[in-house]
């Protein structure tokens, strides 16, 4: 069973930073795509950004020149880097990772999602 772990999240005042990490476990063959969502209260959820195995990245145009997904191949472990941070990116952020598992075939895997709220 793969177990993604997200850390980094909490407040911040408008301006500030937050960095935002996420950790799988368990057992699998590799990781493919990771992706940062977030979801504020009565909206849906939406993309912020993804990276692939080979390291291309994807940020959605809310975020872009703000936040930097990266990750580390050796640790299964994607970042979100949040800098600017505005009141409207308060939301709950998950993580998400398409994981090939022997066996199964790639399977889709959330994090249990973390709070990050940006306010004055």
């Known amino acids: 069973q793969v177990q993604l772990v997200e850390s980094g999240g909490g407040w911040a005042q408008p301006g500030g930073s937050l960095r935002l990490s996420c950790a799988a476990s368990?057992?699998?063959?590799?990781?493919?795509?990771m992706v940062w969502y977030r979801q504020a209260p009565g909206k849906e959820r939406e993309m912020v950004a993804s990276i692939t195995r080979g390291g291309s990245k994807n940020h959605a145009d809310s975020v872009k020149g703000r936040f930097t997904i990266s990750r580390d191949n050796a640790k299964n472990t994607v970042y979100l880097q949040m800098n600017s941070l505005k009141p409207e990116d308060t939301a709950v952020y998950y993580c998400?990772?398409?994981?090939?598992?022997?066996?199964?075939?790639?399977?889709?895997?959330w994090g249990q999602g973390t709070q990050v709220t940006v306010s004055s």
């Open positions: 998400f990772a398409a994981v090939w598992v022997a066996s199964i075939g790639v399977s889709d895997c």
């Open positions: 368990g057992t699998f063959v590799r990781i493919n795509a």
